[in-house]
């Protein structure tokens, strides 16, 4: 595996491959990045990944500061499991030599809602590095996972709408053997906050599992979940079952007919912040 700083040198590892697969990620790597690693391997040659903690999408009050930073034990995990031709590990003056102040800015009723209405400014801050990563890159795919779901659909239509010659090919939330959706956070759970944790997959299965039997008061079973994750600890942002096409609230007549829909949540435990969804 060779390791580049700078994209210069990406550029030069690059040229003439036409049929790159990309991961980008923010490091601190876990099975789910290298699952990610290993379904791109399917849909491309050679694989590049990234590690770059993009300040872009941290609000003024999150943890830019204390995100975990692990390059050198994410190098060694990589080059044991074989999986990466180029990890692209630029620093923050090579991402961004000049303020940035050129931005995607993606469309408020997708952008501004769920995670984009609790992280002003977050979804603005993802759509960019992305777009510069995929600029710096030029992937033929980039695989990402199902657990950002808002993330994900907003990436696309990015790539849609500017007509990016990249496919965004989406892998399955990976998940610990109890539930709990992996993530880098994970880490910052305490012994029995980590306990407890799992408890956001299960409300989820729980929600699911009353839709498919039948019921139908979407704001209803909504407010249960709220309720059973406050109950034990949980400071609620959202849970929120949405269409899946477009994550707006369903209708009634909808729900009855079986749009296909998501349900998605944040929450923190302690003092940090959990997010997951269940296609249903």
């Known amino acids: 595996m060779k390791v580049v700083h700078t994209i210069q040198e990406l550029r030069d590892q690059l040229r003439g491959q036409l049929r790159v697969a990309f991961v980008p990620t923010m490091g601190n790597l876990h099975d789910a990045h290298l699952a990610l690693m290993k379904m791109a391997h399917q849909h491309g040659d050679p694989v590049v990944a990234s590690i770059f903690v993009n300040r872009l999408q941290f609000g003024p009050n999150e943890d830019f500061d204390k995100y975990p930073r692990t390059l050198a034990e994410d190098i060694d995990k990589l080059q044991k499991q074989n999986l990466v031709y180029v990890l692209f590990a630029p620093n923050e003056k090579e991402m961004y030599p000049e303020p940035q102040e050129y931005r995607v800015q993606p469309p408020h009723d997708l952008g ?65 053997p109890d539930g709990l959706a992996m993530s880098s956070r994970n880490r910052f759970l305490s012994p029995a906050e980590r306990k407890e944790a799992p408890r956001m997959a ?56 079986g749009e296909p829909l998501v349900v998605l949540s944040a929450a923190k435990l302690g003092t940090t912040r959990l997010i997951d969804n269940l296609e249903i």
């Open 112 to 176: 501004d809602i769920l995670e984009g209405h609790f992280r002003p400014g977050f979804f603005v801050g993802v759509t960019t590095v992305v777009l510069k990563l995929f600029s710096c890159v030029q992937p033929k795919v980039a695989v990402f996972g199902k657990k950002d779901y808002q993330q994900l659909m907003i990436v696309r239509q990015m790539c849609r709408q500017f007509a990016l010659p990249t496919e965004i090919i989406p892998h399955e939330t990976v998940r610990d």
């Open 202 to 257: 299960r409300v989820l299965n729980h929600v699911r599992d009353r839709l498919r039997a039948g019921e139908h008061d979407v704001t209803a079973i909504e407010a249960e979940a709220q309720r059973e994750l406050a109950g034990h600890g949980w400071k609620v942002d959202y849970v929120s079952v949405c269409r899946q096409r477009d994550l707006k609230a369903p209708t009634p007549p909808e729900v009855k007919a």
